[in-house]
């Protein structure tokens, strides 16, 4: 019998809302001098599209009971599979191969791939009899979906997603009930191929390099992270202002993407930088909490799912932008300029919202 269903989560739909409307305003401060040449309002324009546009998706899955999604969870991930194979017929821009063209914006297929992975790996897991310690049976075909997954994101090259996307496999399976020491052992073999790679990727080695000391190579490697963390220091504790910004005039590249958080720091000063962390917390608080009450085992595993993704992006953006993390390219939810990372994050709270109606 389907369970009784009631209002939404309200506070996590305020939350993304604020965060949203926060990103649009920020990414028109942000981008606004690229553009005064040309169209100022071009940011302005796409990113409050492709809010509405994600509004509307959220808004659908708040209404779509998710075990629907059950019976499409292998479909899901097999067609992420074909649009991650899809991106190396295109174009690369700045020598990856991320995006599909799709006129009025470029579709990211890897992040469709951070909801549907989580979609499956719930699915699966949430089976009768199905034990995520069992590496020959079932358990060890799951994971070469996962790893064919992870691959293609990896080749793109995507280094940081296919980390974010690893982590949040892993959580879920903990949460399934993977053993603590499987855990472990699977944390050092990744860990371990991160630095092989690491090491063998020159330009990924620059990025670490730049990471331990940006000031050895201020005007190369370092150049990013230097003119974060000037914007970041010279918004003090209330700001410079919105629109302000010294930073965003051609100093700090990706400013609009993924350095929007230093333009955030250096506009809003540290309240506006810490609301925004503390609006992630919140995030991750909400989200948990409805995994935890969840009346089924595949609505937990999938609110697990979508909420780690979500921390654990916004944990590695913050982490770049701060100079804790190297560069990984990696967008902020909600508030970095893009379409399919913020039209899927939005759907994906959506499907949360949807969660959130059948709990004990």
Known sequence: MRPKKGPQDIWLFLIVLFLVGLGVMMVFSASYYDTIQSDPFYYLKKQGFFGLTGLVMMLAAMNIPYTRYRSFSKVAVAATAVLLMMVFFFEDKNGSHRWIPMGFFNLQPSEIAKFSLALYLSDHFSKRGADPNDFKGETGKVLLVLA?????????????????????????????????????????????????????????????????????????????????????????????????????????????????????????????????????????????????RSKDMFGSLLATGITTSLVMQAGFNLGVVTGCLPVTGMALPFLSYGGSSLIMSMAAVGVLLNISRYQN
């Open 148 to 292: 064919v997954i992870l691959g293609l994101i990896y080749k793109e090259p995507d280094l940081g997603t296919t980390i974010a996307i690893a982590a949040m496999s892993v959580v879920v399976l903990l949460a399934a009930g993977l053993k603590w020491s499987y855990c472990f052992g699977t944390m050092a073999v990744g860990l371990a191929g991160v630095a092989v790679m690491v090491a063998r990727t020159p330009y990924q080695m620059d990025r670490v390099l730049g990471f331990l000391d940006p000031w050895s190579n201020a005007a190369g490697k370092g150049y990013q992270l230097i003119g974060s963390l000037y914007a970041l220091g010279s918004g003090g504790f209330w700001g410079m202002g919105i629109g302000n910004s010294r930073q965003k005039l051609g100093y700090l590249p990706e400013q609009n993407t993924d350095f929007i958080f230093a333009i955030i720091g250096e506009e809003l000063g540290f309240i506006g930088a810490g609301i925004v962390i503390f609006a992630f917390m919140l995030i991750a608080w909400r989200g948990y909490r409805i995994a935890i």
